[in-house]
């Protein structure tokens, strides 16, 4: 008689127990910015301040006209392609539609995005920082221009694939990175 009353109260135990279960969600690593210094880019057109944990490799586009560079962020495995192209009234339009469509280019995946004007009157400067949203290859692009003689665009990418919410801090840390960079910059022509 002791055993199926044992018995009995293990089993109801073991139902009542196991009557709500609640997974955990899934959780992301922290990711603590960088802190580092800053350096100044030097180059015959133009210059800015950028991070020190950084570095900048200059890119050979051949007899492609402009400057191409890559600001590479080896500690969160980003890289900023940079590019900067001398141009005149005639063409100026040209590059800011090439921006805007790059920019839109990824709208089918994006989840919204969003412009954010720049502007800086003393040093004649202007230019929009696009955040898209989603599960996008480069969720930052900006462009800044003097709306005379000179324009610099870039795109933020990730070196593999990644989930949005997972590198949601590290891509808030490289736009600080990105809008210091363009309030920095000083043309030179």
């Not at 600001?71 to 063409?91: D, G, H, M, Q």
């Not at 805007?100 to 919204?112: E, F, I």
Request: glycine share 6%.
């Amino acid at each position: 008689m002791r055993k199926p009353a044992v018995l009995f109260l293990i089993l109801c135990f073991v139902f009542v127990s196991c009557n709500e279960y609640t997974p955990k969600p899934a959780g992301y690593p922290r990711i603590n910015k960088v802190e580092s210094g800053v350096e100044r880019f030097e180059h015959p057109a133009f210059s800015f301040l950028y991070s020190a944990s950084s570095r900048i490799e200059e890119a050979d586009k051949g007899d492609v006209p402009g400057f191409w560079f890559n600001i590479s962020y080896p500690a969160y495995n980003a890289i900023l392609y940079c590019t900067y192209l001398p141009v005149n009234k005639e063409n100026l339009s040209g590059a800011l539609e090439d921006s805007y469509r790059l920019a839109y280019s990824q709208s089918l995946k994006a989840n919204g995005i969003r412009q954010s004007r720049f502007s800086d009157s003393l040093r004649h400067t202007s230019g929009i920082v696009y955040d898209i949203k989603g599960p996008v290859a480069a969720p930052i692009q900006f462009y800044i221009t003097d709306n005379a003689s000179n324009f610099l665009r870039g795109s933020l990418y990730f070196s593999q694939a990644v989930n949005p919410d997972s590198v949601a801090p590290v891509v808030g840390f490289l736009r600080e990175d990105i809008v210091s960079m363009m309030e920095s910059l000083v043309w030179k022509k």
